[in-house]
């Protein structure tokens, strides 16, 4: 039963455009997300986080929105760039997981020039 | 300020031995945690080493032990090798358990022929 879900699993969009990647979370324990960014050969960079008591966090091009009641978050890139192109990860975690991060499985982004 | 990195990048092994990964973790960082990714998959929670105790531990069997010593770094030995074992392997390093960023190696890539 995957807790954290990514339901798309690549995403094309024009660069200089909005774009925008969903995750959706299953358990209501979890109380801090993260967004990581991950090229081939490489390991996953982190790129922005959120806790639970916050709705919003922002960070340069990078903007992550929490709703809580409906365990969802989303990833915005304003405005994308080609070089934003590569998987996305939304990752999950509980207090007192002892750091026990949940991943979903991915989001393939695509930004053509 | 180093970040984390890992080795070897490339192992190839038969099923049956036995392997061990190594991980510096990042400047600074006193946890280090330990994650599979299998391919077209998020990566997943094997263990966490805090000050050089295991104290988290994902749905991996024994077999999947680790070490962490007093420089923090790591290590995870997988022994009886199994096919299904061939993934990439990530280490990621932070400061303290849980609700904080945590930082990723460039994995290695684990071969079980």
């Known amino acids: 039963d995957q807790q954290v879900k990514q339901n798309s699993p690549s995403l094309s969009v024009q660069e200089g455009r909005i774009s925008i990647l969903n995750c959706d979370y299953t358990n209501s324990m979890f109380d801090y997300f993260l967004w990581y960014k991950k090229y081939p050969a490489e390991g996953p960079t982190f790129l922005i986080s959120?806790?639970?008591?916050?709705d919003k966090n922002e960070d340069g091009r990078f903007t992550v929105f929490l709703n809580k009641s409906a365990k969802h978050l989303s990833l915005h890139i304003v405005p994308s760039q080609p070089g934003d192109s590569a998987v996305y990860f939304c990752?999950?975690?509980?207090?007192?997981?002892?750091?026990?991060?949940?991943f979903g499985k991915g989001t393939k982004l695509s930004v053509k020039p | 300020e180093t970040g984390v990195t890992q080795s070897p990048t490339h192992l190839i092994k038969t099923r049956g031995q036995q392997v061990t990964l190594r991980c510096s973790s990042q400047s600074g960082h006193n946890t280090v945690s330990w994650y599979q990714q299998a391919l077209g998959q998020g990566p997943q929670f094997i263990f966490q080493?805090?000050?050089?105790?295991?104290?988290g531990r994902g749905n991996f069997p024994p077999r999947f032990s680790g070490l962490q010593f007093p420089n923090y770094s790591s290590e995870l030995n997988v022994n009886a090798l199994e096919l299904d074992d061939s993934a990439l392997y990530l280490c990621?390093?932070?400061?303290?358990?849980?609700?904080?960023?945590?930082?990723f190696g460039q994995g290695t890539r684990l071969t079980v022929v």
């Open positions: 080493y805090y000050r050089e105790e295991e104290n």
């Open positions: 990621a390093s932070s400061l303290g358990q849980y609700n904080t960023e945590a930082f």
């Open positions: 990752a999950a975690s509980a207090t007192g997981s002892q750091g026990n991060l949940i």
């Open positions: 959120i806790s639970s008591i916050k």
